[in-house]
């Protein structure tokens, strides 16, 4: 009875129930639209980020992270890394030795820092073959070297010419050969260019003195959604282990996302209390203009709470309606810009091309954005509906039946 007359009075006031409800829709809309392109765009830097060499996740030996010293080491063998490779969300893992060598060519030196990698795996995550300017990509038996444009650049060298390492290997062993370069590198990121060179793991293992370890394992994953619950799988499995996420290995990129999604989330509230307050002064006018209303149902019989649990209902069918027809819209738009993202054109383009990087405006498709907002709506109302039911609780019967305010 209580839904059918809820259900009734809401039409009674059409155009004030369509003008709240689509309030409502437009707010959802607008925030549902802009933390998808939002949280489109941290997941694709999270992504792009991991690619370009640090990977969504890392396995490293517990003192490494401090020292980063070739003498903190982990097994590179398949009898190691076989619990990790069970565990359904790991996309790809990669073995790597990272290591300082001074490089030396004729008269010049330089410290360069030392990459040893499992060609194809390596490729298949960074496309790190791509990145190639001249020469040759590395195969897994390969005794030669990659350096980077900016390497080759300050040696004066090419491809075919030989390349000194020399620095310390394992527990202060000599770390020195001399190399074939086989092939260069181009990096957007001045910083790489100037620094890196890549052997393959075999390699890299000979040079180091290492035997069958590495210094890190690198993990992708399938799902970025599910990293904290990984995270938790390969602390188990790896208990005497280090398991750093991309926020431990980026702290930089994990601040700017925080930062830009505080501003979000700023503009989203501030929308939802714009909304909010014109949902309030509705409520409050529908609750004020039916006191005498409410006076005579309540003097006939009807218990109070029940007159209470109408207008609640009431509220909630306009709160669903809004509800509604803003996911209706929004969802759609949604499936479609993630299905079709929208291709960046110009300057910009060209600098994430450059990075390797595919030039589109990402969209996240989480049913969790859509949850949430939902939420915040349902908060909304609620708050919204607090003083409404606080004056039809005080509500004086003889009061309301004169049409005079309620008794104090």
């Known amino acids: 009875m209580l839904v059918r007359l809820a259900w009734r009075n809401l039409w009674r006031q059409k155009r004030r129930t369509l003008l709240t409800a689509s309030s409502i829709a437009l707010a959802l809309f607008l925030s549902l639209l802009m933390r998808s392109f939002q949280e489109g765009q941290y997941t694709s830097n999270i992504e792009n980020n991991g690619k370009s060499g640090v990977g969504i996740i890392q396995l490293q030996d517990p003192d490494f992270r401090d020292s980063e010293s070739i003498d903190e080491l982990l097994p590179s063998t398949e009898a190691f890394i076989h619990k990790a490779r069970k565990i359904d969300n790991i996309d790809a893992i990669l073995p790597r030795i990272h290591g300082f060598s001074l490089a030396s060519v004729g008269s010049k030196s330089k410290g360069v820092l030392v990459n040893g990698i499992a060609p194809n795996k390596e490729t298949d995550y960074t496309h790190l073959a791509d990145k190639l300017i001249s020469g040759q990509y590395l ?19 090419s491809v075919g010419d030989e390349f000194v390492l020399y620095g310390q290997g394992y527990r202060g062993q000599t770390a020195a050969g001399v190399f074939t370069v086989k092939g260069i590198l181009s990096f957007p990121m001045r910083e790489l260019n100037n620094s890196q060179v890549y052997l393959s793991l075999n390699q890299a293992q000979i040079l180091f003195r290492t035997n069958q370890q590495v210094t890190s394992w690198v993990v992708s994953l399938h799902s970025l959604d599910a990293m904290a619950q990984t995270v938790e799988e390969l602390q188990n499995a790896y208990p005497d282990v280090s398991v750093r996420d991309w926020m431990d290995l980026s702290p930089e990129l994990e601040q700017s996302i925080v930062l830009d999604r505080v501003s979000g989330l700023i503009m989203m509230y501030l929308l939802y209390g714009i909304v909010g307050f014109g949902l309030f002064a509705t409520l409050l006018m529908m609750t004020l203009e039916r006191q005498r209303e409410f006076a005579v149902m309540l003097a006939t019989g009807l218990v109070r709470m029940k007159l209470l649990l109408m207008v609640f209902i009431e509220s909630w069918f306009i709160g669903l309606f809004g509800v509604v027809i803003g996911a209706s819209l929004a969802v759609p738009i949604i499936v479609y810009f993630y299905q079709n993202p929208i291709r960046l054109s110009g300057d910009l383009a060209l600098q994430m ?43 004086d019967i003889v009061s309301g039946l004169k049409g005079g305010a309620h008794a104090h």
Do not use: K
């Not at 038996?141 to 004066?156: K, W």
């Not at 949850?371 to 919204?384: G, K, T, Y």
């Open 139 to 157: 195969h897994v038996e390969d005794t030669d070297i990659l350096l980077a444009e900016g390497v080759a650049q300050y040696f004066n060298v």
């Open 353 to 395: 091309l450059e990075m390797g990087y595919e030039p589109i405006m990402p969209v996240s498709i989480s049913p969790e954005l859509v949850v949430s907002q939902i939420w915040i709506v349902a908060v909304m109302l609620l708050i919204c509906l607090l003083y409404p039911m606080w004056r039809i609780v005080t509500l």
